[in-house]
């Protein structure tokens, strides 16, 4: 048989055969060792005669994957962001790098408007001029879902972001689910990981990954030489730089540096961007010393 991965509980995955027809199965080691089943892969199994008996027996083809969060085949990565907890926009900056990287489309969604609306006017402006969508919503007020729905219908998009952003209550609003969702902790203002495991839900035209929050950062193993070409704005200067190829970090007659300079790009995401080529020049290095 073939089917879809829904989610993976230890050796264990839960795989939809058609809508409502759900099979537990164990992976192989031998296919483990490859690679690990991911939500959202395709896969050929033996259903075994007991549910929970059967076997993964190989892993179709993959139109990409990412690695955090680990998902297969999705078309949008959502990245959910909020005032509370404060964001780490650095790690939303390698998270939209990676989507580009597997060309999955990226949107950023800022919630809890209802707190406070500053921000989505400010992120707004860090990313002018990039491809990147920007959706605010509150979940709480229901705010913003039925643009949100727009873009999600007919698609296999994938929520991801820090816990307590409110990735869960989003999707039980977009969908009609009653996941369970979770406050943040008073200490620390940090969330508590409501979410344990990343599990594909479908309801009616939206297929749905909702995802575990992160905290902890995660590098990205790309070629520093290819990381321009994911900025188209930053591209489309790049005849106007004295070097070729240039990587629009400190090189003299940088036409992109000048273009932030002059206040014609945001200065803000440029110096995100300079960070991020620096962690991926580290990683290059570290690799392939
Ligand atoms: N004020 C306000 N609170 C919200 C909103 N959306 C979610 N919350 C609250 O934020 C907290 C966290 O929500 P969750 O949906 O569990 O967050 P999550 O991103 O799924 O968190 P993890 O599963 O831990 O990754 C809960 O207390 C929600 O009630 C919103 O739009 N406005
Ligand atoms: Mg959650
Ligand atoms: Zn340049």
């Keep these: ?57 190989e892993i179709l083809p993959r139109k990409n994957a990412l690695i955090r969060p680990a998902v297969a085949n999705v078309d949008i990565l959502a990245l959910v962001i909020a005032p509370v907890p404060e964001p780490d ?83 039980n609003v977009l969908c009609g689910f009653s996941l369970e969702t979770g406050g943040l902790s008073r200490k620390t203002e940090r969330g508590r990981h409501t979410t344990r495991r990343a599990e594909l839900m479908t309801a009616g035209k939206l297929r749905i990954i909702d995802t575990p929050g992160f905290s902890l950062l995660d590098v990205l193993e790309l070629d520093p ?16 730089c004295r070097f070729r190829p240039c990587m629009h970090d400190r090189e003299p007659g940088c036409a992109v540096r000048a273009a932030v300079e002059e206040g014609r790009l945001n200065r803000i995401r440029y110096e995100r961007y300079r960070l991020l080529l620096n962690e991926v020049r580290e990683t290059w290095k570290e690799r392939y010393r």
């Design 1 to 57: 048989m073939e089917g879809t991965v829904l989610q993976g509980i230890g050796s264990f995955y839960r795989i939809e055969e058609e809508p409502g027809n759900v099979f537990t199965c164990r992976a192989q080691k031998k296919l483990r060792k490859v690679a690990a089943p991911l939500p959202g892969d395709r896969v050929r199994f033996s259903p075994g005669s007991e549910d929970g008996d059967g076997w993964i027996e």
């Design 89 to 171: 926009m650095q790690l939303i900056e390698r998270l939209l790098l990676s989507a580009a990287v597997e060309q999955v489309r990226p949107i950023l969604i800022v919630n809890k408007q209802d707190l406070d609306e500053r921000m989505a006017l400010r992120i707004r402006k860090e990313y002018a001029g990039s491809p990147l969508e920007v959706f605010e919503t509150s979940a709480t007020e229901r705010k913003g879902i039925i643009q949100l729905r727009e873009v999600l219908e007919g698609q296999t998009a994938c929520f991801a972001g820090q816990s307590a952003v409110g990735k869960s209550s989003l999707l």
């Design 225 to 240: 030489a290819e990381m321009p070409g994911f900025y188209p704005e930053y591209e489309s200067l790049t005849g106007g």
